[in-house]
């Protein structure tokens, strides 16, 4: 079955550069959420879309930024990166936003900035 | 607000012997609950959850778990651990009238001894 696609797997980055994420949820999931997971921390909560509208939002820095597009994947936009943004970044998706529903996690996106 | 937390930071068992890892959770309205596996480097995988009904809930992989109302519980067991069963485990919440987004605890990891 198909599962939820992230690239790149891993990333590289300066200090004070950007980069960009991308997420491609199960087919006919329209809901996409990102989280970070920092070394040896529970997954954090950044921002979620519902049929390409904004839903929710976590604790997305401000120099972060992201958008659903018309066929559902998500891309999460980080600029002006500092050594902190080094992380795991997942994104997971879901059909609908329902509190019973589990969430379809992808392999992760490993950020690594120097 | 709803938070869950996972006392232990690791558990180890030898193999073939029961295991339990412990997650207590903390709601407003009817809980949600969740677990979760990762394994390195990779995406979290949903093993099962507890909505409503029987409180002993059959998931993944032989795991189970039973839903303690009065002790505000959901502890993940398994009658036999298999040396494949290490891996870090996170237990999460959502709930009736809260929000969709689940909170996750900070993880326990699983070490299987041979």
Redesign the interface.
């Given at each position: 079955a198909a599962g939820?696609i992230q690239s790149p797997r891993h990333l590289i980055k300066e200090k004070r550069e950007t980069a960009t994420l991308k997420c491609y949820p199960i087919p006919r999931h329209d809901t996409v959420?990102w989280y970070q997971q920092g070394p040896g921390?529970?997954?954090q909560?950044l921002i979620?879309f519902y049929e390409k509208m904004q839903s929710?939002k976590?604790s997305i820095p401000d120099r972060f930024s992201a958008q659903q597009f018309s066929d559902y994947h998500s891309e999460l936009n980080m600029s002006s990166l500092e050594l902190g943004d080094s992380a795991l970044y997942?994104c997971?998706s879901s059909l609908g936003?329902?509190?019973?529903?589990?969430?379809?996690?992808?392999?992760?996106s490993?950020l690594t900035v120097l | 607000a709803q938070s869950v937390a996972q006392p232990e930071d690791q558990v180890n068992v030898a193999e073939g012997n029961p295991l339990t890892v412990k997650c207590t959770y903390s709601v407003s309205g009817n809980p949600?609950l969740?677990w979760?596996v990762q394994y390195p480097?990779?995406?979290?995988?949903?093993l099962l959850?507890y909505?409503t009904g029987d409180n002993l809930v059959k998931g993944s992989y032989g795991f189970e778990a039973e839903f303690n109302k009065s002790q505000t519980s959901f502890h993940l067991k398994k009658p036999s651990a298999l040396v494949s069963d290490s891996a870090l485990y996170?237990c999460a919440v959502?709930?009736?009238g809260?929000?969709?987004?689940?909170?996750?605890?900070?993880?326990t990891s699983l070490i299987v001894h041979p």
């Open positions: 939820v959420y921390q529970d997954p909560f979620s929710d976590g997942f997971a936003r329902v509190n019973t529903g589990e969430l379809f996690f992808g392999e992760g490993r | 949600y969740f979760y480097n990779r995406g979290l995988q949903f959850k909505i996170f959502s709930a009736s809260g929000s969709y987004i689940p909170t996750f605890g900070r993880g």
